[in-house]
């Protein structure tokens, strides 16, 4: 099983940024995906999540109106498009997938996003 994250970088506030992550390994379409991230001296947050039936998504109250998350099984990829970034957006951010049904999860290794003021 692997989710290789890629995408991230060094940007200046108010830009963009695209976060994709590559499952393999595994059905991954049967997964709910999310994105997390961990800044500095903080604990982990959930950003993101989109669903695997429905394709429902949800969003920290921190990212809503700038942040989109968004899947594709056919090409078993998942994104998070990042506008409007802040400084506070600085973190790894990690993939990971979860299967409701057999309570199966995995974490992908982490990007760093660091966003200048």
């Known amino acids: 099983v692997q989710l290789v994250a890629s995408g991230g970088g060094l940007v200046q506030s108010g830009g963009s940024l695209r976060l994709s992550c590559a499952p393999s390994g595994f059905t991954f379409s049967s997964y709910d995906m999310s994105w997390y991230r961990q800044a500095p001296g903080k604990e982990r947050e959930l950003v993101a999540t989109?669903?695997?039936?429905?394709?429902?998504?949800n969003y920290a109250d921190s990212v809503k109106g700038r942040f989109t998350i968004s899947r594709d099984n056919a090409k078993n990829t998942v994104s998070l498009q990042m506008n409007t970034l802040k400084s506070e957006d600085t973190a790894v951010y990690y993939c990971y997938a979860y299967w409701r049904l057999l309570r199966r999860a995995h974490w992908g290794q982490g990007t760093q996003v660091t966003v200048s003021s």
């Open positions: 989109i669903t695997s039936t429905s394709g429902s998504t």
